[in-house]
């Protein structure tokens, strides 16, 4: 960052999430921010965005990797320069239920994963 603030970001995954499309991404939201595109309409974009392997725990409310990014912009625009979500510990990986507004956890029934939240199902 600078005076005028982001100017670039970067991401690191670790162990989980899909590197490429993270770098990817990143790159994409540091050449909007430098090519002039106002950081809460980046962030309003990336924020909220669903997956349903998102890895979490029951700390990290996090919906997805862009999700994250985006929350990442809101941390540092609320005075922080760093984000960084710990998800060492916990559950290494769950399902997020897909249909929206719910945002519950899929849990593995008889070969199927349920969620107990809104009833959606999903069988292999």
């Known amino acids: 960052s600078d005076e005028n603030g982001i100017c670039e970001v970067f991401i690191n995954t670790g162990e989980e999430g899909c590197t490429a499309l993270t770098e990817a991404v990143g790159r994409l939201i540091s050449i909007a921010i430098r090519s002039g595109i106002d950081i809460e309409s980046v962030k309003k974009q990336v924020k909220g965005i669903r997956c349903i392997t998102c890895i979490a725990d029951a700390e990290t409310h996090v919906l997805s990797c862009p999700d994250a990014m985006g929350k990442a912009i809101d941390f540092y625009l609320n005075g922080s320069n760093k984000f960084d979500l710990d998800i060492t510990s916990g ?14 956890i899929m849990e593995p029934e008889g070969g199927c994963y349920v969620c107990r939240n809104c009833g959606y199902s999903k069988c292999s």
């Open 91 to 104: 559950p290494r990986s769950i399902m997020i239920c897909p249909e929206d507004g719910c945002g519950g």
